[in-house]
């Protein structure tokens, strides 16, 4: 078997089990009641920024809000993803994934929107000081992020922290 023939067998691979993980992550949110990570957000955002009380039950109503939206765009994910996937092992048909992956990225954006429409809001109700830290926090994400790809582009595997 040609190299070439085993980096696309791996590739497929690799992709059908992060579509299973995908796929299993939105029927489990879906099984959660929509918004899976809802607790584990509020648990984080309170521990790393110190909410008061009051502001654990805005976030609650925040989340709560955009819980069914959230909801219908990842069980959405899902569903196109298993798409993909379905197209990718019956037989390629290019034209058939182009617009699948067309139909992907107008989902990715609207994810987008959604969580940008959520961060906004919590950052609205925190303190100016709380702020900071959480623009603190994102800047480290960020450059935990570059410093992943950096390695993933090299390569290599990304230091553990």
């Known amino acids: ?36 990570f809802e607790h584990h957000i509020l648990h984080f955002l309170t521990e790393q920024l110190d909410l008061t009380e009051a502001q654990q039950g805005q976030v609650k109503d925040i989340l709560g809000k955009e819980k069914p939206a959230m909801a219908r765009l990842m069980m959405q994910k899902g569903q196109m993803h298993q798409q993909l996937m379905q197209e990718a092992i019956s037989g390629f048909d290019e034209a058939k994934i182009q617009a699948l992956a067309s139909q992907q990225g107008q989902l990715e954006t609207a994810l987008a929107v959604e969580h940008a429409r959520i961060a906004s809001q919590v950052f609205n109700i925190l303190t100016p000081e709380q702020k900071t830290k959480a623009q603190e926090l994102l800047a480290k994400h960020q450059q935990h992020m570059r410093e992943h790809m950096e390695h993933m582009q090299q390569g290599q595997a990304p230091a553990q922290q």
């Open 1 to 36: 078997m040609s190299a070439t023939r085993i980096k696309v067998l791996s590739a497929t691979l690799a992709m059908m089990v992060v579509g299973a993980i995908t796929l299993a992550a939105a029927q489990g949110a879906m099984h959660h009641g929509g918004f899976g």
